[in-house]
């Protein structure tokens, strides 16, 4: 099986869009909603709790997880490549996010990118857009407000943030021509962004990114590949319990689903 791990349920966009190009697969998604938002956590805890989520997905039959969250990809991808994997699962692999998203930016001039705070701190998309464009320049807007109200579907307090948020970026440089949505909870909001950005600028969304990077990675390792399930099966678990869980996580992923509450 294929995993996909989120903070919460913004992962469940980039399922969406990842099986639409591989229908085949079985999935098995998990949410920390119990602990979202982890942007505003430290490294260590980010760590910890996706270390934990990462587990369970292994346990329950993934062989190779996608951490479906840029916090995550920022935070713990790197530390559990090195020092968990090689001891535990040496078989089993864990892809994240952030360079698929960089590596995307080769002809980008002026990119602005919205994230965590976690995420915009550590100043990976910095780091890794200059490994494959020198030249470009990088705008960071941190929007801490956004997670916490998305995750309760709160969608209709929204506007007036986002438009706040879009623009503290464009004080920052009125140059930008390319847009990262660089939380997986932004992609369900793209309109809403969308309202405050002009349309000649381009805004990248990370489903068809992660969609591209996952096929081509199964095609190049086909011995790996050959060991995925191909039975089309989809479980979805989440840590969080509260009364409007299932409706949150069928309004992000846009048809109804089987959602098991799981203990990490
Ligand atoms: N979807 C996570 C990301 O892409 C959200 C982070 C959070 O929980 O704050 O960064």
Redesign the pocket.
Known sequence: MIGFF???F??LTILKEVEKILPDYSYIYLGDNAR?????LSQEKIYQYTHQGVDELFRRGANLVVL?????STMALKRLQQEYLPGNHPDKKILGIIIPTAEEMIRAKNIGVF??Q??VSSCVYRAEIAKFNPRANVFQQACPAL?PIIEVGNFAQLESVVQRYVEELFEKSAEIDTIIL????YGIIENIFRMYIPDKIKIVLQGEIVTDKLRKYLNNHPEFRDRLKRAKKKIFLTTGNSPHIQQLAELFYGEKIDLEVVKL
């Open positions: 989120d903070s919460g913004g992962g979202t938002p982890y942007g505003n479906a969250c840029n916090t995550s994230a965590t976690a995420t997670v660089g939380c997986t909870h």
